[in-house]
């Protein structure tokens, strides 16, 4: 089974960019749909964006697309979160995961990463 491992995230001041990354253990990483949410404090587990296995489909919730980019290098058997014009509104502990369903869903998702802290304030 495939096992996810995140790095990145910290502190950045509002205007800023970082890059998330989510390195799976596994053959199977390259067959895998690869998902991103968020989970502010007080508040449910968000989708941000998704991406196929092979990397050609992608997806983004609406407040999203245009400042989060979603990718995957699979020879690496990594996928990655850019975020840029990031807002304090963003802050949040940041979930990568991954099944066999094509979703949305926190709930339908089978393997999760650990998460990791993205904190936006001057």
């Known amino acids: 089974q495939v096992q996810l491992v995140q790095s990145g995230g910290g502190l950045v001041q509002p205007g800023g960019s970082l890059r998330l990354s989510c390195s799976g253990s596994?053959?199977?990483?390259?067959?895998?749909?690869m998902t991103w949410f968020r989970q502010a404090p007080g508040k449910e587990r968000a989708f941000i964006a998704r991406?196929?296995?092979?990397?050609?489909?992608?997806e983004y919730a609406d407040s999203m697309e245009g400042r989060f980019t979603v990718s995957r290098e699979n020879d690496k058997n990594t996928a990655y979160l850019e975020m840029t014009r990031l807002e304090p509104e963003d802050t949040a502990v940041y979930y990568c995961?991954?099944?066999?369903?094509?979703?949305?869903?926190?709930?339908?998702?089978?393997?999760w990463g650990q998460g990791t802290q993205v904190t936006v304030s001057s």
């Open positions: 995961g991954t099944g066999r369903r094509w979703t949305v869903r926190p709930s339908e998702i089978e393997v």
């Open positions: 596994g053959r199977a990483f390259s067959s895998l749909p």
């Open positions: 991406i196929s296995g092979s990397g050609i489909a992608r």
